[in-house]
């Protein structure tokens, strides 16, 4: 418990990281957007959304995450835990997101809530949706994603002591 109150980051930290990290994922998807297809999509408002909110909503955890396996290591090892926990987190809240919408654009299909039937159609929709967000999704945090997550991870290391 003294490993987690000691590795918790000040709240300026969370409140200001979050914003621009959810930036930085807006940024990349539009990009490789761009990139993939010139943007010629109607679904450019709604992918943008997603990439920023899994930005924004997975930075407390990643920090958080990061702080605790970086605390009392050497720089390569901080730089590794914030690589990593910034990594799995932010491409797990956006799937997470993802499959969020996917589920409530199917559940008119699906049976009455809380039945087994539910249960399953419910499993079954979110891991469909995550396998789609893991094909289709994860191509835009690049290139420019790649770059902001070496950039943040080396940065958090680096002001963590």
Not at 94 to 122: E, K, N
Not at 133 to 139: I, R
Request: with cysteine.
């Amino acid at each position: 418990m003294n490993r987690l109150r000691a590795a918790w980051p000040p709240l300026s930290e969370l409140f200001i990281g979050a914003p621009l990290w959810g930036a930085q994922m807006l940024v990349s998807a539009m990009a490789g957007l761009y990139l993939r297809n010139g943007m010629e999509t109607s679904h450019v408002l709604d992918l943008a959304l997603l990439y920023f909110g899994g930005g924004l909503l997975s930075w407390p955890f990643n920090l958080i995450a990061g702080r605790y396996f970086a605390l009392r290591r050497d720089m390569e090892t901080r730089f590794a835990a914030f690589f990593l926990a910034m990594t799995t987190g932010t491409i797990l809240m956006t799937a997470f997101l993802f499959a969020m919408d996917y589920r409530i654009f199917y559940s008119r299909w699906h049976s009455p809530l809380g039945s087994v039937i539910w249960m399953f159609q419910f499993v079954f929709t979110g891991a469909s949706a995550v396998y789609q967000f893991l094909v289709l999704g994860l191509g835009l945090f690049l290139p420019v994603g790649l770059v902001c997550l070496l950039a943040t991870s080396y940065a958090l290391a680096k002001r963590m002591r």
